[in-house]
């Protein structure tokens, strides 16, 4: 199956080569005819499976098409709502590459920069919206954003959404929308209350699902080093010492906990960065944009700021604290083994962590992590 066969019109299709892109992925192959017959989707794909082209390519090929035969001016008829500055920052850019031979405008907006620079393009006319929930409504409030011409809603990682609070939000832009539209909904699990939530914002959607809930991907290999807490950072620094890999993401469970592990490996002479909540949002794309380049080997995230980091290419994601939540387990590891590529994940497990091992075991399977043999260990 390739692009063409989707039907996709020539303008995005040329986009798509010069991207790579020749075959879809299979939450691409599932979702892009569903879309461009107007249903509603409930799309369930863990990270790295394509999913931001999955809805983007038949939108931009909808709006490009009405907007043609209607000759319609720059209006917002699109919306995506997503949780994270990163993850919008993410999503716009592959709206920028898809459709960057239709003539479509599009705006991201999201908290903790200053707004001019996003209502300057807002006034100069936008086809397609990408916004986090809390600085959309303030945008609304303020007269910068109307959603009474919106056709297309799209809710990409529903359920970080609603795991970050944003449950009320998402309410109130609902109320400022079209209820003749089309909705898609992308989630990597399926709780309840996202059952409830697709209940009640869509209409009778198709579910597509291309991979067993909260399932790994086949192609990363998984490792579990047992260590005390206090030796975690100089095994870390042990195993990127003897490690080839280019790029490498850790991930710490506090904010502080990142910054001291990001000064450990800097004074080791391991080029560092960490993003965080507190950092700002300039700083967290400097150094974002740092890791990407190849300037910095190793990126330090929390599960919140890590959320939407699309790195081409990641070779090993490091657990230097287990989650809370075995499903963010997968989110993290997800991070390599992108699109059918090979990836490394590395857990480390204190003794305060058994707990959150045993649920993680449960949740993929004992056998999937292979247990490091070369240092001393602990029963579990």
Not at 79 to 89: F, V
Request: with cysteine.
């Amino acid at each position: 199956m390739t692009f063409k066969e989707l039907g996709i019109i020539e303008p995005i299709l040329r986009a798509l080569s010069e991207k790579g892109y020749e075959n879809p992925s299979a939450i691409q192959e599932k979702s892009i005819p569903v879309i461009l017959k107007r249903k509603d989707i409930l799309g369930l794909a863990q990270t790295g499976t394509g999913k931001t082209a999955a809805f983007a390519v038949p939108l931009l090929q909808k709006l490009y098409l009405e907007k043609e035969n209607k000759k319609l001016k720059p209006q917002i008829r699109g919306l995506i709502i997503t949780p994270t500055r990163e993850l919008a920052i993410q999503i716009a850019e592959s709206f920028k590459d898809y459709g960057k031979y239709t003539g479509l405008k599009y705006c991201v907006v999201y908290g903790g920069v200053k707004q001019k620079r996003q209502t300057d393009q807002l006034r100069a006319g936008t086809d397609i919206l990408i916004a986090t929930p809390g600085r959309l409504l303030d945008l609304m409030g303020q007269g910068f954003v109307f959603l009474k011409k919106i056709d297309y809603l799209v809710l990409d990682e529903a359920d970080r959404m609603l795991d970050m609070g944003f449950i009320n939000d998402i309410r109130k832009i609902l109320e400022q929308i079209p209820a003749e539209r089309q909705t898609l909904m992308f989630s990597a699990t399926m709780p309840t209350n996202i059952a409830s939530l697709s209940r009640s914002m869509q209409n009778k959607p198709v579910r597509v699902e291309v991979t067993p809930e909260s399932s790994t991907v086949d192609t990363i290999s998984q490792y579990l080093y047992y260590v005390d807490r206090q030796e975690k950072r100089t095994l870390l620094i042990d195993l990127l010492n003897k490690d080839t890999n280019d790029s490498v993401l850790v991930f710490s469970k506090t904010k502080h906990g990142a910054d001291k592990i990001c000064n450990s490996l800097c004074h080791a002479g391991i080029t560092s960065g960490a993003i965080h909540g507190n950092k700002s949002q300039a700083n967290r794309q400097r150094t974002l944009g740092d890791f990407k380049s190849g300037r910095l080997r190793v990126l330090i995230a929390t599960d919140i700021a890590a959320r939407g980091i699309d790195v081409d290419d990641l070779e090993l994601v490091i657990n230097y604290d287990l989650p809370d939540v075995a499903q963010t387990y997968v989110h993290r590891i997800g991070r390599t083994g992108r699109a059918g590529k090979s990836g490394t994940a590395i857990s480390f497990c204190s003794r305060e962590e058994n707990r959150q091992l045993k649920d993680i075991r449960k949740l993929v399977g004992n056998k999937t992590i292979t247990v490091n043999k070369n240092i001393d260990q602990f029963k579990v």
